[in-house]
C-alpha cells in the first residue's frame, strides 16, 4: 500500500513495472473463481512509480491559536482588563501580552464599550445606534426651521444652518431628523415638464440686466398695482424697484434712472415685447433712453417668458412668499413693505441657482467693506416686516355686563364682541389713533414716481388723477371771472 502523495509517474521509458491486484467492483459471485474479474488479460496491473518525499518549504502559514481559543473572558472580566488598561497607561501592544489577549482585541472592546456601555461587551451584542447623529442642537434648529417654513426643502435648510448658525448637516442628514420628527414625503401629481431650457449667466455683475412687470390687486382698496423691477443676471441682485397704479413708461425709466443712479450702468439690458419697451412703429421712449447712455437693448422673442427667466422666477418667489397672504394699507405701505422683502432677498435668502448664495455675495464679491455696510442697514426682521408689516399691541377686554358675560377682542382691524351664548358681531369703533413705531425705510432703491392726491401727502392719487386737472379748473375759473367784469364794463361804456 503506498501514500497517494508520494506517487508520481516519472517520463516514458522511466516506469518500471509492478503488478498490483485490484480488488472486484463486482459483488462476489460474479466472473471469475474468486470473485474478481480480469480488466486487462490474465492480471490487471497499473504502472506506478516510487518517488522521492517532498522537501518541504519554509514560510509561513495561517493556524488556529487553540490556546487562545479556550481563553474565555466574562464581560465583568473584559471590563476589569479595560480598567487596568486605562490605569496603567502602557500603549496596548505591550499590555496585549500581560492578560493574553492581542491589541487589536483590546482596541475591539474599548470601541464597543464606548459606544454601547458595559452592555457591548456582552458575546453576540451586535446593535447599532439608532436614528440620527447630529447634535442635539443641529436636530432642534432643523425643526425649528421646518416648523417656521414649511415649503423649504432638506437642501435649502442644509445651506441655511451652514451659513447662518454654522451647523453643518448635509441634506441627508436632515432628511433622517425630519422623517424621526414624523414628516413623510407625498406624491403630488405633477405635469410633464417642458423640454430642457438653455441656461445663460453673465460671467460678472452690471453685464446684463433683466427688466419686466408683474401686477396684482392691493386688497384692501380693489385697486390694481403694477410693479416693475430690475435684476443683474450675474447676481440675482435687484438693483430697483418701483409701483404705481398705471403701467406707464415714465414709471419704467424713473426707476432705470434711479438704478443706475445707486449700482452703475449695466452694459446691455434684456426686456420682452411689451408697450413700456418696444413700440411697433418707431422707437420708444425706453429705447431713446438706452442708446443716449450707450446701453444695448436685447428683446426677447414673443411669447417666450422662458428667456426672462430669472426676472420671472423672483415675481414667483415675491407672490408666494410676500405679497399673497400680506395685506397692504395703501399704495405706500405695499412700496415700503415689498421694499424690505426685498432687501431680505437681496442680503438674507439663500438662491440655489448662485450656490446657496444670496444675490449680495456674488454682487458686491469684490467689495466686502461696501457688502457689509449695506448688510448692517438691512433689518434683521425684514421677511417678518414685509409680510405683516409693524406688529400692533393686542387688544382684549371681558367683563360682566347685565348679569351677562362677553368678550371684545380685535382680529386685524375687525373689533368682535362675543356673548356668553357664542355669538359674534362686529362692533364699529373709533379708537384716537395712536403713534405707531415707523418700520425701517428698505435699502433696495425706489424709482416709484411721487403722484399723490392733492390736500393729502400721503395716499396715493386716484385712478385716472393728473394734477394738470385743478391748474385747468382754477385758470377756467379765473378767466370766466375776467370776462365777466370785462362785460359789465362794456355795458356801462354804453
Known amino acids: 500500500m503506498y501514500d497517494p502523495e508520494s506517487l508520481r509517474v516519472p517520463p516514458e521509458g522511466q516506469r518500471p513495472r509492478e503488478d498490483v491486484t485490484a480488488p472486484s467492483p463486482l459483488p462476489p459471485g460474479g466472473e471469475g473463481a474468486a470473485g474478481a474479474v480480469d480488466l486487462d488479460g490474465p492480471n490487471w496491473t497499473e504502472e506506478v512509480v516510487l518517488a522521492p518525499p517532498l522537501r518541504r518549504q519554509k514560510g509561513r502559514r495561517l493556524v488556529k491559536d487553540e490556546a487562545a481559543e479556550r481563553r474565555k473572558y466574562t464581560p465583568q472580566q473584559r471590563i476589569l482588563i479595560l480598567d487596568t488598561?486605562?490605569?496603567c497607561g502602557l500603549p496596548a501592544g505591550d499590555f496585549s501580552p500581560l492578560v493574553g489577549v492581542s491589541k487589536h482585541t483590546l482596541y475591539a472592546w474599548k470601541r464597543k464599550f464606548e459606544e454601547f456601555g458595559p452592555a457591548g461587551l456582552v458575546d453576540g451584542?451586535?446593535?447599532k445606534k439608532e436614528g440620527s447623529r447630529l447634535p442635539e442642537l443641529t436636530k432642534r434648529a432643523i425643526l425649528m426651521l421646518k416648523e417656521a417654513n414649511p415649503e423649504w426643502g432638506c437642501e435649502r435648510i442644509s445651506d441655511v444652518l451652514a451659513r447662518g448658525p454654522a451647523l453643518p448637516a448635509s441634506a441627508k442628514a436632515v432628511s433622517r431628523v425630519l422623517k424621526e420628527a414624523g414628516y413623510e414625503l407625498q406624491d403630488i401629481p405633477t405635469r410633464p415638464h417642458a423640454p430642457k431650457v438653455n441656461r445663460f449667466e453673465r460671467p460678472e455683475p452690471n453685464r446684463l440686466w433683466q427688466t419686466d412687470l408683474f401686477t396684482f390687486i392691493l386688497k384692501r382698496q380693489n385697486r390694481r398695482v403694477y410693479l416693475v423691477g430690475f435684476l443683474d443676471d450675474h447676481s440675482r441682485f435687484v438693483v430697483g424697484y418701483g409701483l404705481h397704479a398705471s403701467q406707464s413708461s415714465a414709471l419704467v425709466l424713473e426707476c432705470l434712472r434711479s438704478s443706475i443712479a445707486s449700482y452703475g450702468q449695466p452694459d446691455e439690458i434684456l426686456t420682452d415685447n411689451g408697450a413700456q419697451y418696444v413700440t411697433?412703429?418707431?422707437?420708444?421712449?425706453?429705447?431713446?433712453e438706452l442708446e443716449k447712455r450707450g446701453i444695448r437693448q436685447i428683446v426677447s422673442r414673443p411669447k417666450h417668458p422662458q428667456t426672462l427667466g430669472k426676472i420671472e422666477r423672483f415675481w414667483g418667489t415675491l407672490w408666494r412668499?410676500?405679497?399673497?397672504?400680506?395685506?397692504?394699507?395703501?399704495?405706500?405701505?405695499?412700496?415700503?413693505?415689498?421694499?424690505?422683502?426685498?432687501?431680505h432677498y437681496n442680503f438674507q435668502r439663500t438662491h440655489r441657482g448662485i450656490d446657496g448664495l444670496v444675490p449680495a455675495d456674488r454682487f458686491f464679491g469684490a467689495s466686502s467693506e461696501i457688502l457689509a455696510t449695506m448688510k448692517q442697514r438691512v433689518a434683521e426682521n425684514a421677511l417678518e416686516l414685509a409680510r405683516g408689516g409693524v406688529p400692533k399691541e393686542p387688544f382684549y377686554v371681558t367683563g360682566c355686563l347685565g348679569g351677562r358675560a362677553f368678550s371684545l377682542h380685535a382680529e386685524g382691524e375687525r373689533m368682535i364682541l362675543r356673548d356668553e351664548d357664542g355669538k359674534r358681531k362686529e362692533v364699529e369703533l373709533v379708537p384716537p389713533r395712536a403713534e405707531e413705531p415707523a418700520p425701517p425705510e428698505p435699502v433696495t432703491v425706489d424709482g416709484s414716481p411721487g403722484m399723490r392726491e392733492p390736500g393729502n401727502g400721503s395716499s396715493p392719487a386716484a385712478p385716472g388723477y393728473s394734477p394738470l386737472d385743478e391748474g385747468l379748473a382754477r385758470l377756467a375759473d379765473a378767466l370766466g371771472t375776467y370776462r365777466k367784469e370785462e362785460v359789465a364794463d362794456d355795458d356801462d361804456e354804453n
Do not use: P, Q, Y
Open 321 to 343: 412668499e410676500c405679497v399673497e397672504t400680506a395685506v397692504f394699507l395703501d399704495l405706500d405701505d405695499a412700496r415700503r413693505r415689498i421694499g424690505l422683502f426685498i432687501d
Open 85 to 87: 488598561w486605562n490605569r
Open 280 to 288: 411697433w412703429r418707431g422707437k420708444s421712449a425706453f429705447t431713446k
Open 125 to 127: 451584542v451586535t446593535r
